[in-house]
């Protein structure tokens, strides 16, 4: 296509203004009564999940209208031949924003050739009549943000001191079931396990050093790329959870410090490995 190169720090601008729009239009919603639909039998959606998108990707087309958009609810839009795919997940965390559970998100993210650029993630914490959103932000090479301060992940070397956080999907398969005994292993090994139900979210606590590790199986493009490009420039190492090369498409991340990572591979490879043995397919996802 013709569009010329953007400068990261441009397109965080940009996804910050995008995660922006989308959270304000959370917050407007967040305390009334919420219109649920099913996608599938626990799988919920909401009439603000599809009006968070709205918000942000009419940001993103009004900055960008050269570039290819895929958000969760409408799928790919845009020129799909662009070298920049933004990945937009408008409510992350879509069960717990339904309860007015605290731990939701709008995800914004910018890949160039497939690799998260820029990315912004726009937390959701306190709860009913006292929320108060926290924003993390990129851009790739310039380190990661918390509010605009500097955030770092944690230096514990230990899984036996490590607290850590696992995420389930809608889809109760193998790769679930496998997640269990997992949960199960390192609810032993570690001081707990969370499942806090917003992967975005996961993945910034990873970046800010309040947990050591996250993993989980199947998620999306727009579950990940801000969170991962987040996590990546807080100093975690991210992988797949049979320690190949990440890409958002693949179908399993584990993101963590250094030290810690080898140590939860060594539990996490040999189940991956064995449900790829059993035929389960984890080999990553493509845009339909
Ligand atoms: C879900 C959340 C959840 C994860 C699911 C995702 P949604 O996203 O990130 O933590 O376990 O796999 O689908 O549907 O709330 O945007
Ligand atoms: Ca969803
Ligand atoms: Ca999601
Ligand atoms: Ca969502």
């Known amino acids: 296509s013709s569009e010329g190169s953007v400068a990261f720090e441009d397109l965080l601008e940009v996804a910050e203004r995008a995660a922006k729009a989308g959270a304000a239009v959370v917050s407007e919603r967040v305390d009334k009564p919420r219109n649920i639909e099913f996608k599938g039998a626990t799988d919920l959606v909401t009439d603000t999940d599809k009006a968070s998108e709205d918000a942000v990707l009419s940001v993103l087309r009004a900055s960008f209208p050269d570039h290819a958009l895929l958000g969760e609810e409408g799928g790919i839009s845009g020129d799909v031949n662009s070298e920049y795919l933004w990945c937009v997940d408008p409510l992350d965390g879509t069960t717990n924003f339904a309860h007015g559970y605290p731990c939701f998100a709008v995800s914004v993210a910018v890949l160039q050739k497939g690799d998260p650029v820029a990315g912004v993630v726009v937390e959701f914490a306190g709860g009913p009549g006292s929320w108060v959103t926290k924003t993390y932000s990129a851009a ?16 514990c070397k230990d899984v036996n001191q490590s607290l850590l956080v696992t995420g389930f999907g809608y889809e109760h398969d193998d790769a679930w079931m496998a997640n269990l005994e997992l949960f199960k292993d390192f609810t032993d090994e570690s001081r707990g396990v969370r499942r806090l139900g917003a992967a975005a979210v996961d993945l910034c606590h990873v970046a800010l050093g309040i947990v050591e590790a996250y993993w989980e199986y199947r998620l999306k493009p727009w579950d990940m790329a801000a969170g991962v490009l987040i996590a990546k420039e807080a100093g975690a190492k991210i992988t797949t959870m049979d320690g190949r090369p990440f890409t958002v498409f693949s179908r399993s991340v ?8 080898s140590s939860i591979l060594e539990r996490t490879q040999p189940e991956t490995e064995a449900l790829m043995q059993k035929g389960i397919d984890l080999s990553p996802w493509f845009l339909p």
């Not at 584990?254 to 990572?261: C, D, F, G, K, R």
């Open 254 to 261: 584990l993101a963590a410090n250094e030290v810690i990572h």
């Open 140 to 155: 790739k090479g310039k380190g990661a943000f918390l509010n605009g301060s500097s955030i770092k992940v944690s230096r």
